[in-house]
C-alpha cells in the first residue's frame, strides 16, 4: 500500500462581510479555483538548497536536543541514500537538481536533470513517497519557509500569520491532541485531589481574583477557564499558557506553595511594594527583588521572620473587614 502524505491549505476564519476571502470561505476555499501558489526549492544564504533529505541542513542542525538532532539526521541520510539510489541523482543540499534556473549537462552533452516547480492547490495537496520523485518534491516543500511544519506551529505563531499551506501528518496531529487533552486532564485530576485551601493558593499563584472566603466551586471554575486559556489575556502572565502556568504551581513542595502564596498576599494587601524591583515595607527597602525575599523566607534560620508576615497579614485582613 503507497505511503501517501499532504500539504495542505490553513483553514483562516474571516469577519464576516462581503469581501472575497469571506465569500470564498464560505465555499470552503482559500483561493479562486485552480490557482494556486508556485514555489521552488528555497535557497539558503550560504548558496545550499533546504531539503529534509541533507543530514546538514539547518532544518537538523538547529534542533537544540542532540538526541533527536541525531536521529533525525540519520533518517534524512537514510532517504537521502534511498532516493538518491532510485532515482539516479544527486539530492543533497548542493546539488544543481534543485536550481530551476540552471541547464547543466551531463558527461555526454545532454542536459541533466532538474527540479520542476510545484504548485499548490487550495486543499490537500497529496504526494505517493513510493514515487521517487514525488518523495523529493515533497522532501524540499515540507521543510519550505512558506510552508508551516505542522497546523500547531501555525497556531503557536511559529510562522507569519499569512502563511498559507502547513504540513498535514494526521498521525502527528493526533498525538499531539492526544498529549494536550491528556495533559490538560491529568492537571484537572492533579487540582481535585488538593484541599480546598492548597487551590485557593494556586489560584492566587496563577493571578486569579480569590480570597479566603472564596467558595470552593468558584475557585474550580476560574481554575478551569485559567487552563483552558491557551495564551492568557489579562494580568501577570500576559501572553503566556495557562496550563503551564498552572503546573508551575501545582509542582511545588508544600512549603515552598505556602510561602509563594504568603509574599502574593502580602504583595496584593500592601504589607509590601515593589519599586523598581526592590521590595519596600513601607518607605525602607528590605529586599533587592522578590526572588531575595522567597529565598529569605525559604531559610529554615528565618522561620520567626514567617511567623512575623503571618501576623502582619492577618491584622492587615482584619483591619479590611
Not at 514515487?131 to 515533497?138: E, K, L, S
Not at 519550505?144 to 502527528?172: M, Q
Amino acid at each position: 500500500m503507497s505511503k501517501l502524505v499532504k500539504i495542505s491549505t490553513i483553514p483562516k476564519k474571516y469577519s464576516e462581510g462581503k469581501t472575497f476571502e469571506w465569500a470564498l470561505a464560505q465555499k470552503g476555499w482559500s483561493r479562486m479555483p485552480g490557482t494556486g501558489v508556485m514555489l521552488f526549492p528555497y535557497k539558503e544564504n550560504d548558496g545550499k538548497f533546504r531539503t529534509a533529505l541533507d543530514p546538514n541542513s539547518v532544518v537538523y542542525t538547529r534542533i537544540e536536543d542532540k538526541a533527536v538532532r541525531e536521529s533525525k539526521q540519520a533518517e534524512a541520510k537514510r532517504q537521502l541514500e534511498k532516493l538518491e539510489k532510485a532515482t539516479r541523482l544527486k539530492l543533497d543540499g548542493e546539488s544543481g537538481y534543485y536550481n530551476f534556473g540552471y541547464n547543466p549537462k551531463r558527461a555526454d552533452g545532454s542536459p541533466a536533470v532538474t527540479v520542476n516547480p510545484f504548485k499548490l492547490l487550495d486543499g490537500d495537496n497529496i504526494f505517493d513517497l513510493d514515487d521517487p520523485i514525488q518523495a523529493v518534491t515533497y522532501a524540499w516543500l515540507s521543510v519550505h519557509p512558506r510552508i508551516a511544519s505542522s497546523l500547531e506551529a501555525y497556531n503557536n505563531g511559529e510562522y507569519p500569520a499569512d502563511t498559507e499551506f502547513y504540513v498535514k501528518d494526521e498521525e502527528l496531529e493526533a498525538s499531539i491532541v492526544y498529549a494536550k487533552k491528556r495533559e490538560f486532564n491529568d492537571a484537572i485530576v492533579k487540582f481535585n485531589s488538593f484541599s480546598p485551601d492548597k487551590k485557593k493558593k494556586i489560584a492566587r499563584l496563577c493571578g486569579l481574583a480569590v480570597n479566603d472566603d472564596t467558595r470552593e466551586e468558584i475557585v474550580y471554575n476560574k481554575v478551569d477557564e485559567f487552563l483552558n486559556q491557551k495564551e492568557i489575556q489579562l494580568g501577570p502572565f500576559k501572553g503566556q499558557n495557562g496550563l503551564r502556568i498552572f503546573k508551575m504551581y501545582a509542582d511545588l513542595d508544600d512549603d515552598s506553595l505556602y510561602k509563594k502564596d504568603l509574599i502574593e498576599q502580602a504583595f496584593t494587601n500592601q504589607i509590601f511594594r515593589l519599586k523598581k524591583g526592590k521590595v519596600y515595607e513601607g518607605e525602607q527597602e528590605i529586599f533587592k527583588s522578590r526572588e531575595d525575599l522567597l529565598d529569605s523566607l525559604l531559610d529554615e534560620r528565618n522561620q520567626e521572620d514567617v511567623l512575623a508576615l503571618e501576623k502582619k497579614l492577618k491584622l492587615k485582613k482584619l483591619a479590611t473587614v
